[in-house]
Antibody
Framework: EVQLVESGGGLVQPGGSLRLSCAAS????????MSWVRQAPGKGLEWVAN????????YYVDSVKGRFTISRDNGKNSLYLQMNSLRAEDTAVYYC?????????WGQGTLVTVSS | EIVLTQSPGTLSLSPGERATLSCRAS???????LAWYQQKPGQAPRLLIY???SRATGIPDRFSGSGSGTDFTLTISRLEPEDFAVYYC??????????FGQGTKLEIK
């Protein structure tokens, strides 16, 4: 069974940092692009970042460029999102997702709250 | 960037009725890269349709997708109580990052 389990969310002050993790199981992790997608409270979905199977290509939405870094460890079947210089508008549930030609498979998400 | 516009924003229907949800793209989308998701409160989105018209594993056949180019439709033939949720369309072929529509809330009338 495919499983994606996010961790690392919590309350952080503006300007602070947080590292999200996603543990993958039930599929060949290294064969898939992986993504982070977020959803602000009561709002829609926003694709945050993508990373290629071997980590050689990474893409970000403009609003997080220079502040967030997506990475992966295929040996540990894990995906990460390092978030620096956090802002109130980064407050959201962050979902880890497996990307493929047949769409996204989602984890349950982890809540990040940026507030003083 | 391709912008997806979903309509209506909210759709009020009764169980047993037919629901038709629209997703319009600002430029042509390759149908292979058009998907629909269902999201219930407090839950992650769930894939319903990929490739514009193919049902994902385990999705009941009352859900169907159609369309091409810039106009796509999700149809639920006979609404069940568990179908009342928010629905999102998504495209993911035009750039390294895909985009989502803003969602249609399907509520019980």
């Amino acid at each position: 069974e495919v499983q994606l389990v996010e961790s690392g969310g919590g309350l952080v002050q503006p300007g602070g940092s947080l590292r999200l993790s996603c543990a993958a199981s039930g599929f060949t992790f290294s064969s898939y692009w992986m993504s982070w997608v977020r959803q602000a409270p009561g709002k829609g979905l926003e694709w945050v970042a993508n990373i290629k199977r071997d980590g050689s290509e990474k893409y970000y939405v403009d609003s997080v460029k220079g502040r967030f870094t997506i990475s992966r460890d295929n040996g540990k079947n894990s995906l990460y999102l390092q978030m620096n210089s956090l802002r109130a508008e980064d407050t959201a549930v962050y979902y880890c997702a497996r990307a493929s030609l047949v769409g996204l498979y989602w984890g349950q998400g982890t809540l990040v709250t940026v507030s003083s | 960037e391709i912008v997806l516009t979903q309509s209506p924003g909210t759709l009020s229907l009764s169980p047993g009725e037919r629901a038709t949800l629209s997703c319009r793209a600002s430029q042509s989308v390759n149908s292979i890269y058009l998907a629909w998701y269902q999201q219930k409160p407090g839950q992650a989105p769930r894939l319903l349709i990929y490739g514009a018209s193919s049902r994902a594993t385990g999705i009941p056949d009352r859900f169907s997708g159609s369309g091409s180019g810039t106009d796509f439709t999700l149809t639920i033939s006979r609404l069940e109580p568990e179908d009342f949720a928010v629905y999102y369309c998504q495209q993911y072929g035009s750039s390294p990052l895909g985009t989502f529509g803003q969602g249609t809330k399907l509520e019980i009338k």
